[in-house]
């Protein structure tokens, strides 16, 4: 149920963002989520921010398969974009905003470089997967005929 402030309980931002509500308390407590703002009731709230972290979470856990520690450094590396992102919009000194891009730089070649390890690893399981069925094939072939 929404709130009366726009706020979900744990049950909906589960829901919306496709968790479970144990979930979101593990992710909270590793610090990959922020814990939910408290009610009068002591039910945690969460925003609509909140419930798009969690989808990123979740997709990135799994299109990456990244670990906890991997995910937690890209979900860090994504808070320091965005603090980078608001200085950036608040600066209007040229050198600053120079310094701001190179920071911002560094931590996507961070991030690139643990997606492209995992694209590695894909690559050789695919490799791997091909030269299994070409065994298969093979020996297919030798049977003949059924």
Same mark, same amino acid.
């Given at each position: 149920?929404?709130?009366?402030?726009?706020?979900?309980?744990?049950?909906?931002?589960?829901?919306?963002?496709?968790?479970?509500?144990?979930?979101?308390?593990?992710?909270?407590?590793?610090?990959?989520?922020?814990?939910?703002?408290?009610?009068?009731? /002591?039910?945690?709230?969460? !925003? *609509?921010?909140?419930? %798009? @972290?969690? =989808?990123? &979470?979740?997709?990135?856990?799994?299109?990456?398969?990244?670990?906890?520690?991997?995910?937690?450094?890209?979900?860090?590396?994504?808070?320091?974009?965005?603090?980078?992102? /608001?200085?950036?919009?608040? !600066? *209007?000194?040229?050198? %600053? @905003?120079? =310094?701001? &891009?190179?920071?911002?730089?560094?931590?996507?070649?961070?991030?690139?470089?643990?997606v492209r390890r995992r694209l590695a690893a894909l690559r050789e399981l695919e490799s791997e997967i091909v030269d299994r069925r070409r065994?298969?094939?093979?020996?297919? @072939?030798?049977?003949?005929?059924?």
């Amino acid at each position: 149920m929404t709130t009366s402030t726009g706020r979900l309980r744990i049950g909906e931002a589960a829901e919306r963002s496709g968790v479970t509500p144990r979930t979101i308390r593990y992710y909270e407590e590793l610090g990959l989520l922020p814990s939910g703002a408290r009610s009068r009731g /002591q039910h945690r709230l969460y !925003t *609509e921010d909140d419930v %798009e @972290r969690l =989808r990123e &979470l979740t997709r990135l856990r799994d299109l990456l398969g990244l670990s906890l520690e991997e995910l937690r450094s890209m979900i860090v590396a994504e808070d320091v974009r965005a603090e980078i992102r /608001q200085r950036f919009n608040e !600066t *209007e000194s040229p050198e %600053e @905003r120079a =310094r701001l &891009l190179d920071q911002a730089l560094e931590i996507a070649d961070t991030q690139l470089g643990l997606v492209r390890r995992r694209l590695a690893a894909l690559r050789e399981l695919e490799s791997e997967i091909v030269d299994r069925r070409r065994r298969i094939q093979r020996r297919r @072939r030798e049977l003949g005929p059924s």
